[in-house]
């Protein structure tokens, strides 16, 4: 995706029809009014203390998630001075964004989402 791209997604789907729908804004926004500094859960070692679920992601899709955890690993430090941990922070962020989406999407517009992540990320 180009620059240009996103700046013309930041207005699709204003008018509620067609696959430009499906790329609006769907996940809530969280503000912590106390300021409150993130405190990591307690766990000592991800793969053995939580249940392991395994995905199978197109080659596209895979990489813009790597370089999403490091984009937002970098702003966290920057931001926070907080080392993002990919298995006990970012991919439990990931999945808790996605779920949070799929409450606001109509069950009409899961296929035009699909015909987009596939067009987006060159699903094969």
Request: hydrophobic share 35%; with cysteine.
């Amino acid at each position: 995706m180009t620059a240009g791209d996103e700046s013309d997604r930041s207005t699709a789907g204003t008018d509620g029809d067609g696959p430009e729908a499906a790329d609006a804004e769907y996940a809530k926004f969280w503000v912590n009014t106390e300021d409150d500094d993130y405190e990591p859960v307690d766990v000592t070692n991800v793969k053995e203390e939580w249940e392991n679920l395994t995905i199978y992601l197109p080659d596209e899709l895979r990489d813009e998630i790597e370089l999403a955890f490091r984009e937002t690993s970098y702003e966290c430090m920057r931001a926070k001075n907080y080392d993002l941990q990919k298995l006990r922070d970012f991919y439990p962020l990931l999945i808790v964004l996605g779920l949070e989406s799929l409450e606001s999407i109509e069950g009409e517009d899961v296929t035009d989402i699909l015909a987009y992540s596939a067009a987006e990320y060159e699903f094969e």
